[in-house]
């Protein structure tokens, strides 16, 4: 049997649960800013600093999140982190939960409110669109909490060297500089930095190790 409460929902915009927001700036609550494409926000100025050239629609108002956090579509926030970008030098992601009393409308295109109907909406009192899997909140008060929960930088990584030829499907990822050095040690030794062209090679001392390494870099995720 279809209960009602789930027809309501259905109708109005089923917001409730976790929802997830993806952003190449360090942000907390207090920067949530709905205008922050007009504003100039911080969202938007680190999103421009990252040579990504887009915050989602660019005239558009609000600020949007999504149910799946690593789903890479157009829209999901996982695409907003900068992780796929070659120009972004770190990236965030967020959980978000509203408020119980939150007013939720149920909008197809989430993407297409601009300022003036911005301040329409939010005369009516609304505080988000829901569409599925998109979230567009408007008034950022009617969010009971958003905390960071994962964060991506850049790390060290290498491709092992086979037959003078660097094996790029066996890139070997680490942590930090320290871990990288460690296992250079425990591989080769004493070893000595090769620059050809843009490229750098680890290579043994001891001419009777067979083996060398290309320094490469690699973006891995972080619980924070």
């Not at 009393?101 to 669109?129: M, T, V, Y």
Request: charged share 30%; with cysteine; hydrophobic share 30%.
């Amino acid at each position: 049997m279809i209960k009602l409460i789930d027809i309501l929902k259905e109708i109005a915009g089923d917001a409730s649960g976790t929802w997830y927001h993806g952003s190449t700036a360090n942000i907390d609550q207090s920067d949530l800013d709905p205008l922050f494409r007009q504003n100039k926000g911080k969202e938007f100025m680190s999103t421009k600093s990252s040579g990504e050239g887009r915050t989602g629609s660019q005239d558009g108002v609000g600020v949007y999140f999504g149910k799946d956090k690593t789903c890479i579509d157009s829209f999901c926030p996982m695409n907003y982190t900068g992780f796929y970008s070659e120009y972004a030098k770190e990236g965030f992601m967020y959980e978000m939960k509203l408020k119980p009393d939150a007013k939720i409308e149920k909008k197809n295109d989430l993407h297409a409110i601009g300022p003036e109907a911005f301040k329409r909406f939010r005369q009516e009192g609304i505080d988000a669109f829901a569409n599925g899997t998109e979230l567009n909140v408007l008034n950022p008060e009617a969010i009971q909490s958003f905390r960071k929960i994962m964060q991506w930088r850049k790390v060290p990584a290498l491709y092992p060297v086979v037959r003078g030829k660097a094996q790029i499907d066996q890139k070997i990822t680490f942590n930090n500089d320290q871990e990288l050095l460690n296992y250079l040690k425990k591989e080769l030794g004493e070893y000595k930095l090769v620059k050809a062209g843009d490229k750098q090679y680890y290579q043994p001392t001891d001419e009777n190790i067979d083996k060398s390494f290309q320094y490469t870099a690699d973006k891995k995720w972080f619980n924070v």
